[in-house]
């Protein structure tokens, strides 16, 4: 079982930064292959980053994402981070991690969830 909860979402002026964390519960967070997702109203929720299990040299980024977030985690603190520069409006939604056993970019195969944290990117 593993909980997990974000913070650090706000308003922010375009071109501007935010860093997500998500802080987990749990002895076997190191276990766990870690991701964010967005939803945007209207939207459905999308993939925005990964970071693979134990040392976590191995990252993916949407092509929204790419060259403007960083995925990082700290196993010793059950924490996992998001580091989002350069933000658009179009980064506007509620920013969830989640925590998976598979290497997948897909929302249905992460079996725990945050209750998500808004990004608010005005123009």
């Known amino acids: 079982q593993v909980q997990l909860v974000e913070s650090g979402g706000g308003l922010v002026q375009a071109g501007g930064s935010l860093r997500l964390s998500c802080a987990a519960s749990?002895?076997?967070?190191?276990?766990?292959?870690m991701g964010w997702f967005r939803q945007a109203p209207g939207k459905e929720r999308e993939f925005v980053a990964n970071?693979?299990?134990?040392?976590?040299?191995?990252?993916r980024y949407a092509e929204p994402a790419k060259g403007r977030f960083t995925i990082s985690r700290d196993n010793a603190k059950n924490t996992v981070s998001l580091q989002m520069n350069s933000l658009k409006p179009e980064d506007t939604a509620v920013y969830y991690c989640?925590?998976?056993?598979?290497?997948?970019?897909?929302?249905?195969?992460?079996?725990?969830w945050g209750q998500g944290t808004q990004v608010t990117v005005s123009s």
């Open positions: 989640a925590a998976t056993r598979s290497w997948t970019t897909i929302a249905s195969e992460y079996g725990y």
């Open positions: 749990g002895r076997t967070f190191s276990s766990y292959a």
């Open positions: 970071i693979i299990w134990n040392s976590g040299t191995t990252t």
